[in-house]
């Protein structure tokens, strides 16, 4: 089954959005992503699955510069950012959402997007927050920290789409957040990427949600990827979670 | 390393340093051993710098004061009265007895509940302050500014008070390091890590706090004392916070968090500056500034563990083996016997009395009312921002709630802080994974079992006896072959099963669980399922769970209540809530088929 208008957006030239070639990452000896490869095309949305502890948020931490490449390299838009800091790879365009202690706790819900946006158009940020997560314009002055988890999570993801960044590496969207909230992110995700043709990476557990949102899907297992498809194809879902149960 | 071979390294340690001691007068001039016993006793108070600093992670400026104590209630004792073996002992027990009175009174103004880090190093800079005005208006019975000289002290050669201060700093740093290695001296490290942990894992951590600075208050007290003896002079500086401050920087040039360094550290700087002194008397200050600099910029951590590095360093290329974490610890499950606890009584396990919560003007929780049984499992939903986080809080920690009252296993909880609330037995899994990030999983366990088996002050134990069900946790998300990994280390998913099975250890009778499943693999959810099943049905704990997976929910609940914007809403079956038209509508959203609609419909979104 495919359907040609599910496929993202075609570009002019076949430099892929997110290019990770041989790609190796860990901590402190202990080497967590094997000789990984990857290429998004713009405006591509791949899900990456997997069981825990096989390396899917050491992959995203690695692309980020968070974490020291051990080989390999990795380029944005044809542009080589392997060796590049964390703050040099986000100003590129690259966003990330991450799973754990992502936002300023004790900064207001607008200094938190103010900080993120770097554009001098604030309002077009807004706007943007506005159009995934409206409750959260009438939060501005609320201490991040003293919004719910599942509203930071929602603030979390605002903040990257306001942001305008090109390439979105998204960790763990959907953990505690209600099913209602679950359903309105997958359409908030595709709305944007439909609007600016943003690329994404997203790290899921939540295999609806990675299905009904991305276009392809991969799964790691133990550092490499072992299993990849098309998120249309009829046997996706039976194949992964072959893959998460074993 | 075994424990028998880390208790004989240090003995050996020991009988070294006894011996580099013992031949110290005979191999240097009597200058040097002169300035050297002062540098012996420094050490010894900046060894407790480094407790409180290093390992408990506060930061003190005032530990001159415990030192001043000692010397000037020595001081005192031999000017005003006669020098005899008594007023010997007075003095010593003065001097301790006022240290530990001073301690008390600090420790319970700086660690007692609420007060931060911060607050804390601003009391123990102040005390060095009042400390030396108040021995400044001592007028002549404390000598004020010029202080107290010219009394008898002990009849003792330069050698003995050598051996005197260099066998006291030996003994006490060999205490030192037998107690932080042990299972009780990794509270300290515990409570720097993570404090609110510890608390929620029953431990009294302001109590622990002032133990330890009443420990460091004698040692520093004791080294007073006998330097007043050996110099016979005392002076208001001894208790200044100049001194208190290069105590501080002794210990970080040294190594902060090492015992070792510190000590050494010490004696370097102290035994140098009075050489540099002597030579140079106009730029040794400038020297010493500019070595502290380029050291504090070349090595962060200090010197010993640069030192030390480098011999592990050679070690491991020769041997071509990566270090690879080993834990030395064995886990076995308890007698389930031993942990069933006392049989759950008639009345609820847990009781909500009209709880309400409010920040100012925001009303997050209001006229919650519930009660549930023990072997009941309860699952709490509602949308985000609905209060099910704030309403763990308020039954795990007496101080939240607004109004209301809860009650636990018949006790009502008052006003109780986090560890006496475990002590009532709650068990509280926070929402983001919250362990001991720099301890190993063994070690985390351990921690969380300090309520049940009294840790050692000197030995490390070699086996950690668990309840089943957090044996059962480990053995399902494969913690057990983790077990010598730091937690920093581990995947997010394992994080919150490592955290999970902490809260099990506790043995608690009532069970919060924010989301306890997060991050973890639908076949690890409901391995997980199954073992929070069977602790409700087998071993009767009462289980409060928060989840959104409305599977996981049905699955695993015998009731669930919606919350609702700070309001009760529905309480009931699963069956009966979870298809209601409410849920529905505030919570459920079109569900999984919803997302398969969207997906199915993206050509529309889709340039």
């Given at each position: 089954m495919t359907a040609p208008a599910t496929n993202p957006p075609a570009s002019a030239n076949d430099t892929p959005a997110l290019a990770v070639e041989n790609l190796s990452s860990g901590y402190a000896g202990a080497v967590v992503v094997r000789e990984v490869s990857l290429a998004l095309q713009p405006g591509e949305i791949r899900a990456v699955l997997g069981k825990n502890g096989m390396g899917k948020s050491t992959l995203l931490k690695a692309v980020m510069g968070f974490l020291p490449k051990m080989g390999g390299v990795v380029r944005f838009e044809g542009t080589d950012a392997t060796r590049l800091p964390p703050h040099r790879i986000a100003r590129l365009g690259?966003?990330?959402?991450?799973?754990?202690?992502?936002?300023?706790?004790?900064?207001?819900?607008?200094?938190?997007?103010?900080?993120?946006?770097?554009?001098?158009?604030?309002?077009?940020?807004?706007?943007?927050?506005?159009?995934?997560?409206?409750?959260?314009?009438?939060?501005?002055?609320?201490?991040?920290?003293?919004?719910?988890?599942?509203?930071?999570?929602?603030?979390?993801?605002?903040?990257?789409?306001?942001?305008?960044?090109?390439?979105?590496?998204?960790?763990?969207?959907?953990?505690?957040?209600?099913?209602?909230?679950?359903?309105?992110?997958?359409?908030?995700?595709?709305?944007?990427?439909?609007?600016?043709?943003t690329t994404m990476l997203l790290v899921e557990q939540h295999l609806p949600f990675a299905l009904a949102v991305a276009d392809r899907w991969a799964v790691l297992d133990r550092g490499e990827f072992a299993d990849a498809g098309a998120t249309t194809e009829p046997d996706a879902h039976a194949r992964i979670l072959r893959h998460l149960s074993v | 390393m075994t424990e028998s071979r880390r208790l004989s390294m240090l003995f050996i340690g020991f009988l070294l340093a006894a011996a580099v001691i013992g031949a110290g007068p005979y191999l240097l001039d009597t200058y040097s051993v002169n300035v050297l016993t002062r540098s012996l006793l420094y050490a010894a108070v900046a060894l407790t710098v480094d407790l409180l600093w290093g390992y408990l992670g506060i930061l003190t400026f005032g530990q001159s004061v415990f030192f001043a104590a000692g010397a000037y209630a020595a001081g005192l004792v031999f000017t005003h009265m006669d020098f005899t073996p008594g007023n010997a002992a007075l003095a010593l027990g003065l001097g301790v007895g006022g240290a530990l009175l001073t301690a008390a009174i600090v420790g319970w103004l700086a660690f007692w509940h609420g007060a931060s880090a911060l607050y804390a190093s601003v009391i123990t800079l102040v005390l060095p302050i009042v400390a030396t005005q108040l021995l400044y208006t001592g007028g002549e019975f404390t000598g004020s500014s010029s202080g107290l000289s010219g009394f008898t002290s002990f009849d003792i050669s330069m050698e003995g008070w050598f051996w005197l201060a260099g066998g006291f700093l030996v003994c006490v740093t060999t205490l030192a390091v037998l107690f932080v290695q042990s299972d009780a001296g990794r509270l300290l490290v515990a409570v720097r890590e993570n404090e609110q942990r510890c608390k929620y894992l029953g431990l009294d951590t302001s109590r622990l706090k002032i133990t330890v600075y009443l420990a460091c208050a004698v040692i520093g007290a004791v080294a007073g004392y006998l330097y007043a003896g050996y110099a016979m002079v005392v002076a208001p500086e001894l208790a200044g916070f100049v001194f208190g401050t290069e105590l501080v920087i002794w210990t970080a040039l040294g190594g902060r968090g090492t015992l070792?360094?510190?000590?050494?550290?010490?004696?370097?700087?102290?035994?140098?500056?009075?050489?540099?002194?002597?030579?140079?008397?106009?730029?040794?200050?400038?020297?010493?500034?500019?070595?502290?600099?380029?050291?504090?910029?070349?090595?962060?951590?200090?010197?010993?563990?640069?030192?030390?590095?480098?011999?592990?360093?050679?070690?491991?290329?020769?041997?071509?083996?990566?270090?690879?974490?080993?834990?030395?610890?064995?886990?076995?499950?308890?007698?389930?016997?031993?942990?069933?606890?006392?049989?759950?009584?008639?009345?609820?396990?847990?009781?909500?009395?009209?709880?309400?919560?409010?920040?100012?003007?925001?009303?997050?929780?209001?006229?919650?009312?519930?009660?549930?049984?023990?072997?009941?499992?309860?699952?709490?939903?509602?949308?985000?921002?609905?209060?099910?986080?704030?309403?763990?809080?308020?039954?795990?920690?007496?101080?939240?709630?607004?109004?209301?009252?809860?009650?636990?296993?018949?006790?009502?909880?008052?006003?109780?802080?986090?560890?006496?609330?475990?002590?009532?037995?709650?068990?509280?899994?926070?929402?983001?994974?919250?362990?001991?990030?720099?301890?190993?999983?063994?070690?985390?366990?351990?921690?969380?079992?300090?309520?049940?088996?009294?840790?050692?002050?000197?030995?490390?134990?070699?086996?950690?006896?668990?309840?089943?069900?957090?044996?059962?946790?480990?053995?399902?998300?494969?913690?057990?072959?983790?077990?010598?990994?730091?937690?920093?280390?581990?995947?997010?998913?394992?994080?919150?099963?490592?955290?999970?099975?902490?809260?099990?250890?506790?043995?608690?009778?009532?069970?919060?669980?924010?989301?306890?499943?997060?991050?973890?693999?639908?076949?690890?959810?409901?391995?997980?399922?199954?073992?929070?099943?069977?602790?409700?049905?087998?071993?009767?704990?009462?289980?409060?769970?928060?989840?959104?997976?409305?599977?996981?929910?049905?699955?695993?609940?015998?009731?669930?209540?919606?919350?609702?914007?700070?309001?009760?809403?529905?309480?009931?079956?699963?069956?009966?809530?979870?298809?209601?038209?409410?849920?529905?509508?505030?919570y459920a959203g079109s569900g999984h088929a919803g997302i398969q609609h969207q997906a199915a419909g993206r050509e529309e979104v889709t340039p």
């Open positions: 690259i966003g990330y959402v991450a799973q754990e202690k992502a936002l300023f706790q004790d900064l207001t819900v607008e200094e938190n997007l103010r900080l993120a946006v770097r554009a001098p158009d604030f309002a077009a940020a807004l706007a943007e927050v506005e159009t995934a997560f409206p409750f959260l314009l009438k939060r501005l002055r609320q201490r991040a920290g003293t919004l719910s988890g599942g509203e930071q999570k929602m603030l979390l993801m605002a903040r990257a789409l306001a942001t305008g960044a090109r390439l979105l590496l998204v960790d763990e969207i959907t953990e505690g957040l209600q099913p209602s909230v679950i359903d309105r992110l997958a359409g908030v995700i595709r709305d944007a990427r439909a609007r600016h043709g | 070792l360094g510190p000590v050494i550290g010490t004696l370097i700087v102290d035994y140098e500056s009075a050489q540099l002194s002597g030579d140079y008397p106009f730029v040794w200050q400038l020297i010493i500034g500019v070595v502290f600099v380029l050291v504090i910029v070349a090595f962060p951590r200090g010197l010993l563990p640069v030192v030390a590095d480098v011999p592990r360093r050679l070690f491991r290329s020769f041997l071509k083996r990566p270090a690879r974490p080993v834990a030395s610890v064995r886990l076995s499950t308890l007698d389930p016997a031993l942990t069933q606890g006392e049989a759950p009584g008639d009345g609820p396990a847990l009781a909500v009395e009209g709880v309400a919560r409010r920040f100012g003007s925001l009303t997050v929780l209001d006229g919650i009312d519930f009660a549930a049984r023990a072997g009941e499992l309860v699952s709490l939903v509602g949308p985000n921002g609905a209060g099910k986080t704030t309403l763990m809080r308020c039954i795990a920690d007496g101080a939240e709630r607004s109004s209301g009252r809860i009650v636990v296993n018949g006790h009502d909880i008052g006003r109780r802080p986090p560890e006496a609330c475990v002590a009532l037995g709650v068990g509280r899994k926070f929402q983001m994974a919250n362990v001991f990030e720099t301890l190993t999983v063994a070690q985390c366990l351990q921690i969380a079992r300090v309520r049940h088996a009294r840790p050692s002050l000197w030995r490390r134990a070699g086996e950690l006896h668990l309840p089943e069900s957090a044996m059962h946790v480990i053995a399902t998300t494969g913690l057990d072959r983790q077990l010598g990994t730091p937690a920093h280390l581990l995947s997010h998913g394992m994080k919150q099963a490592l955290e999970l099975a902490m809260v099990l250890a506790l043995e608690p009778r009532v069970l919060l669980l924010d989301e306890p499943t997060a991050g973890l693999t639908k076949t690890e959810r409901m391995q997980i399922g199954a073992i929070l099943i069977d602790l409700a049905r087998r071993q009767g704990l009462c289980v409060l769970l928060v989840e959104h997976d409305l599977d996981f929910v049905r699955e695993i609940s015998s009731r669930v209540i919606v919350l609702h914007q700070g309001r009760i809403v529905l309480d009931g079956s699963v069956e009966e809530v979870v298809n209601s038209e409410l849920v529905k509508q505030v």
